[in-house]
């Protein structure tokens, strides 16, 4: 980040028409956005949405009650504009582009062994990386898969420790017998694959949308465009970036914090705070779109607002 | 609210292509539109943001380190386009209307008597009512009025008790001093004006910016207009109303909690939980303009995403 540009951008800020400091977030998200612009007015004029679909061997485990074919309906109905993404996209005024990734393939089962191969994971990092469009201004990711929040908590058991019930949630909508299914599946897939180095651990436990979202994020880092993370299992795909270097990150904003309860506890794990709080477990970056909205917001204040000196306001 | 329309939308929200209840707080907003507007297909095709402006005789008191001046120099920077709220009101969606309310007539200083005559909180009660546009299809409400955040915290005292130190904060901007002052003047005040009804409380404490944002509010409610309240002042504005009959809010939503510590322990009063939590302190209906932008996605969601049925998505 520019931290030049983020002191102009400070600067600006406090000659603006309010009290020092009392847009609170947004100023936040203002400067955070300058900083990694290298502008101190950034601005959204292009706002692009990305959502990675992809399917997984756990799923032979019973660790979701859905039938991995409704990731392709999900896909189809994200392409003919049906779902919440579609709306919120509208709204928000984001480009949405959905990345199908190998559906008819699932990754293989992580409790008889890695779930891709490397040439897989690297694949998939490429693709989620050349989905980027180097002109955006902003970035905002999500998933669908059904199993991937099986995927998630497994990442984050590997990455951070702890016990596996205590990253487990309800997903799409386990029961008690669905939610026992999740641990005990995590917890043979941890026995398999014992001491993996962080990117080890996508290519063991996870995913091809975990894969691409890490490619994104990194693509975007190239190319100074700030990042918008979604809930659980988008924080989760990016957790071995995290752990193998938490600067990795920076560039990265998390929209809301999901009611999957493994999401509160990752984001203390990585000490940041979501923007938004409403008790969201949708996925398809839904979370992450709407603060975009903030976002857009934040800079309309930034950029827009009289100063003191315009307005002729007399001081304290 | 129309308990028949919210059933009727709540059946929609289960019906559309997403685990139920996995939108989280935007369905509880859809919903409440739903009942307040009649219409299981809610809608925003018309959003007014009304900000009022009102002086306060309490400013004698050394409550404030800004001149009283400054209530009319926001006033004309609102009307040149140059505050947050205007930025905002573009972002969102929103028609801004300002209503300055006597500003060279300050109310008089409670610690020697009532702020107001009956005729002059009746007046303007009347001014904020027919501020309200009956066409619009959700009302958020704010202020700007030098020395009203003690104004606030010497409703919220009187009306809910307690310390009246925990209701004071540094508004726009006092040092420890000047803390101190607003709390010996509203201590003042209260012993004062002893035993009083909620809305005599309004008469003895309040102002002319609260009794419009009450007439504002009783005037949405004849209309059957959602309203979303901003933050402390707006919500302590109203809160003789919850006092007199609670029922009196529930067309009401609070856009945000501010970080003036005494809003936090007023929504926990009234069992209320605000939409966004940014650490702001602006005013102005800064919170509830930015709440706006999330009930118009709320509303996209519920209004234009497919249905199982629609898009042949499989059951679990």
């Known amino acids: 980040a520019d931290e030049g540009t983020r002191a102009a951008a400070a600067r600006r800020q406090d000659s603006l028409t309010k009290p020092p400091g009392s847009l609170g977030r947004l100023e936040e998200i203002a400067l955070f956005m300058a900083a990694w612009q290298g502008n101190d ?81 690297l694949d998939a990092l490429n693709r989620g990386a050349a989905a980027v469009d180097p002109q955006a201004n902003i970035l905002t990711l999500g998933e669908m898969g059904i199993g991937n929040s099986t995927i998630s908590a497994a990442l984050c058991a590997a990455l951070f420790g702890g016990e596996v019930a205590d990253w487990v949630g309800r997903g799409t909508g386990s029961d008690d017998d669905g939610v026992r299914r999740k641990i005990d599946a995590i917890a043979r897939g941890l026995a398999r694959h014992p001491g993996l180095a962080p990117i080890e651990t996508l290519v063991a436990l996870g995913g091809r949308e975990q894969a691409a979202i890490c490619g994104a994020v990194l693509a975007a880092r190239a190319a100074r465009i700030p990042v918008i993370l979604d809930g659980f299992i988008c924080t989760a ?29 990752l984001l203390s794990a990585m000490g940041r705070t979501a923007i938004l709080d409403f008790d969201m477990r949708l996925g398809e970056g839904s979370g992450a779109v709407l603060a975009l909205g903030i976002a857009r917001s934040a800079l309309a204040c930034h950029n827009g607002m009289a100063t003191f000196a315009d307005a002729g306001i007399s001081g304290a």
């Open 41 to 121: 007015r950034p601005r959204i004029a292009k706002a692009q949405a990305l959502v990675f679909a992809g399917n997984h061997g756990i799923c032979a485990q019973g660790v979701n009650p859905f039938p991995q074919e409704v990731t392709a309906q999900m896909v189809a109905n994200f392409e003919a504009g049906g779902a919440a993404i579609n709306q919120l996209c509208r709204v928000n005024g984001a480009d949405l582009s959905v990345i199908a990734l190998d559906l008819d393939r699932p990754t293989a089962d992580f409790t008889a062994g890695p779930a891709m191969t490397e040439a897989e994971t």
């Open 237 to 265: 795909a990016v957790a071995p970036l995290f752990a193998a270097d938490r600067r990795l990150l920076d560039h990265c904003l998390v929209g809301h914090v999901s009611v999957e309860p493994g999401h509160r506890k």
